[in-house]
């Protein structure tokens, strides 16, 4: 499986506090994307990273990419509880075509 | 605006029976997909096409199918269902960057 994983599976924060979550994959990657659902509704795309890139930043949102460690991080800064999702990172091959999904992570941030 | 629309949004069907969930997009992208989202599995694909008349399987593909005769639609066809195919199935296009999902549509086989 191309599958990747998120860590930690779930996680509850305080309204004001940092989150951070984790995305461990298997291939060689084109770019990795984050992206956020709703409870009921389809995924969105929150931000891109390149695999030549290391950091990047959206608004309240960081994202790393260590392509050594086949790894990657989103960093959600100063929560609110619209924060409540479950974020899921995805790999893109190299052809560009292709996504595949992590198996999420379950953010509530409690007011 | 550009969209990309799932139908039904709902369903419950019998073991047996064939299925077949719609998806239109219009933002005239090449690339669309098939997913299926089980309880600590994420998202799976099941079928993919780059364009009007190529299918691709996925890594979870057996009893599904698809079709691909225009750009804007790939309805997935569950050809003869069975409870396993219980489940939340969401369609999504891209055009190489990042990927639009539809609102999914929950598939009940009893």
């Known amino acids: 499986s191309q599958q990747g994983e998120e860590d930690p599976q779930a996680l509850s924060i305080q309204e004001g506090e940092n989150a951070t979550m984790n995305c461990s994959y298997k291939?060689?990657?084109?770019?990795l994307q984050w992206y956020r659902q709703n409870s009921g509704r389809g995924l969105v795309h929150l931000i891109l990273?390149?695999?030549?890139?290391r950091e990047k930043h959206s608004g309240r949102l960081r994202v790393t990419l260590d392509t050594s460690k086949k790894s990657s991080s989103l960093l959600i800064t100063a929560s609110r509880a619209a924060d409540t999702a479950s974020y899921f990172c995805a790999t893109v091959s190299n052809t560009g075509n292709q996504f595949y999904f992590g198996t999420g992570t379950s953010l509530t941030v409690i007011p | 605006d550009a969209e990309i629309t799932q139908s039904p949004r709902h369903k419950i069907t019998e073991t047996g029976r064939q299925v077949t969930l719609a998806c239109h997009q219009t933002?005239?992208?090449?690339?669309m997909f098939w997913y299926r989202q089980d309880l600590g599995h994420g998202l799976r694909l099941i079928h993919y096409s780059y364009g009007v008349h190529d299918t691709n399987k996925g890594e979870v593909s057996d009893g599904y199918s698809v079709s691909r005769s225009n750009t804007e639609d790939l309805p997935l066809t569950l050809e003869s269902a069975a409870s396993s195919q219980t489940s939340v199935y969401f369609c999504?296009?891209?055009?190489?960057?990042?990927?639009?999902f539809g609102q999914g549509t929950r598939l009940t086989v009893v």
């Open positions: 291939t060689s990657i084109n770019n």
């Open positions: 999504a296009s891209s055009q190489g960057q990042q990927a639009f």
């Open positions: 990273i390149r695999s030549n890139e």
């Open positions: 933002w005239n992208h090449n690339n």
